[in-house]
């Protein structure tokens, strides 16, 4: 896409009038002096049914107040402030709050423990955290192998809600440039650490304009996004380019369920709706009945993103809601949706539908030359484009290792149908989806070591019908540790408890010896071969098995 594109499109966002650019000042402030300002961008549910309003101009408020804490206790631009946070209002005043200083917003997944937080909050020498009471417990005890991390924030405690009371509701938003850091987010891959993905304040311009094209939200909109801030899609399409767009937003404070999530979209007439589809399919394993209690009539617009969406789902939902879920394709890495079935394009059931028009995406080998049609290859996008990630925390190598021969390397593989249309295959490396979370094996492998019974493991995604993938570990014990069932549910607890609720396995299988190479790798792919009934594949490298 030529820049005069973005150049034009520019003035659908507010840049200050010396030319800077600030993605907070763009979602919330810059609606102070318009017909927004008293409408509600936040319309927000606590688990036990209360709700709860805030207008632009009290998230204006709320935010500055943020601002005006972290400004006070030392931050300047460019430090790290992280948010360790379950889905509550102050995730989003705070997220907002930390933009407009000028500081580079982290967030954690509020599943993660402490190996997680640790990894995070070191390699970004993180300064400042905001969490809660119960989730601080977590941190506890990794708390001292972090020595940047000066100052922790409880937002649920007297003291906070006191500097709360106390802060100033206004706040000058830093002018920062457009290139500037706004935000990171770790992701997993298939090796090593999680690496922070970095993104600058200008990636709000596309941001903006793929939720208006692919999301199609109106002015008038009750909009759902049912993803969580701690991952890419809740701070992108629940806070930065809906509220770019003006539109009101609904969060639920509490745990997917099925009844619940119905009621909820009757009681709030939720028009725009934006999830996943393990939670699509968990709903359609819940039948057409439950669907039929409910009113759901407000519903306009459907989309789905993060795993691959089956055709059995879409057209479910055809059914039950009248209409389509619109599945969509983006990455942490890419910013913004770039492929998705837009509400123009014929919906052909399973596909991930075509490339947004700024967006050059093709399918291709290992030589960046592009295969046949419908056959399989590593999905590229020429690069770049607004929301690109600007660079990989402190890892050059890893940012450059994402591109070669003039694309950058999705790390999927997918089909292109002859008519352009998109279809997900797989991914290229071990890195695993459940429940539309990415996890990394090596992650999780760790955290089974550190168990004193295992000597080690190897961690693949097991095919499953409701979660796309269910984390499945290969365990040798050390000799002498009995293989119980009673063993299995304490490594289960042990990586909850150590690494991630959301990231243990779900299936143990204690194993002799792993499949590895000659240089000690474990490989992977032969154990998802194995547990799949796939033909092995290439041995060459392997060392006798
Ligand atoms: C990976 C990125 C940014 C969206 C949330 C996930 C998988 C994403 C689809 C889709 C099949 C999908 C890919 C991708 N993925 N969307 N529509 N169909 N697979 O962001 O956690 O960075 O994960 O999610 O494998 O590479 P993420």
């Given at each position: ?457 190897g961690v693949i995604g097991k095919k499953d019908e409701l979660r796309g993938e269910i984390i499945k570990a290969f365990v040798v014990l050390k000799t002498g540790v009995s293989p119980t ?61």
């Amino acid at each position: 896409m030529n820049n005069s594109f973005w150049e034009d499109k520019k003035q659908e966002v507010a840049f200050f009038e010396d030319g800077s650019f600030n993605a907070a000042y763009n979602a919330i402030d810059k609606h102070e002096h318009t017909n927004n300002r008293n409408k509600n961008a936040l319309i927000y549910e606590y688990e036990d049914g209360t709700a709860v309003q805030y207008t632009f101009l009290d998230l204006i408020k709320l935010s500055n107040k943020f601002a005006n804490i972290l400004v006070n206790s030392g931050v300047v631009a460019g430090d790290r402030v992280f948010l360790f946070l379950p889905r509550i209002p102050e995730l989003y005043a705070g997220f907002l709050g930390i933009l407009k200083t000028g500081a580079i917003a982290g967030s954690l997944f509020s599943a993660f423990a402490e190996n997680a937080l640790k990894d995070r909050l070191e390699n970004s020498q993180a300064k400042v955290l905001f969490t809660t009471l119960a989730l601080s417990k977590r941190l506890a005890p990794v708390r001292s192998s972090l020595p940047n991390l000066t100052t922790v924030f409880i937002v649920d405690s007297d003291e906070f809600k006191s500097l709360l009371t106390n802060a100033s509701e206004s706040f000058s938003t830093v002018h920062t440039s457009p290139e500037d850091y706004a935000f990171m987010l770790y992701t997993s891959g298939t090796t090593g650490k999680p690496k922070g993905i970095v993104h600058a304040h200008m990636a709000a311009l596309q941001q903006h304009e793929s939720a208006k094209l692919v999301l199609d939200l109106k002015d008038n909109d009750v909009y759902w996004c049912t993803a969580d801030p701690g991952w890419v899609t809740g701070i992108v399409y629940s806070i930065l380019s809906n509220w770019s767009l003006g539109v009101t937003t609904f969060v639920h404070g509490g745990r997917f369920d099925p009844e619940a999530w119905y009621s909820l979209i009757q009681k709030h007439k939720i028009t725009v709706w934006y999830s996943a589809p393990t939670a699509i399919r968990m709903l359609m394993s819940k039948g057409d009945e439950l669907v039929k209690k409910y009113d759901l009539s407000s519903l306009r617009y459907l989309a789905s993103v993060g795993e691959p969406l089956n055709p059995e789902a879409v057209a479910w939902s055809r059914k039950v809601f009248g209409k389509p879920f619109h599945d969509t394709w983006w990455q942490t890495e890419s910013g913004s949706i770039l492929i998705a079935n837009t509400p123009d394009l014929e919906i052909r059931d399973g596909s991930m539908g075509k490339p947004l028009p700024w967006i050059t995406a093709d399918v291709v080998d290992d030589n960046g030359k592009p295969v046949g049609e419908n056959q399989e290859g590593n999905l590229v996008i020429k690069p770049p484009w607004p929301s690109m990630m600007r660079t990989v925390w402190q890892n050059e190598e890893k940012y450059h290792s994402y591109f070669a021969n003039d694309w950058y390397i999705s790390g999927d593989r997918a089909k292109k149908d002859n008519d352009g249309y998109f279809w997900f295959v797989g991914r290229a490396d071990d890195v695993i989806k459940t429940s539309g979370e990415r996890v990394g094996p090596f992650e999780v492998e760790s955290a089974l070591i550190s168990h004193p019974g295992v000597v080690e493991a190897g961690v693949i995604g097991k095919k499953d019908e409701l979660r796309g993938e269910i984390i499945k570990a290969f365990v040798v014990l050390k000799t002498g540790v009995s293989p119980t069932e009673e063993l299995k549910e304490e490594l289960k607890q042990h990586v909850k408890k150590h690494l991630a609720g959301h990231a243990y396995p779900r299936e143990i299988e204690f194993i002799d010896k792993l499949p590895k190479t000659r240089s000690g790798k474990i490989m992977r792919r032969i154990l998802k071969a194995k547990e799949e009934g796939q033909p092995i594949g290439d041995t060459s490298t392997l060392e006798e098995y």
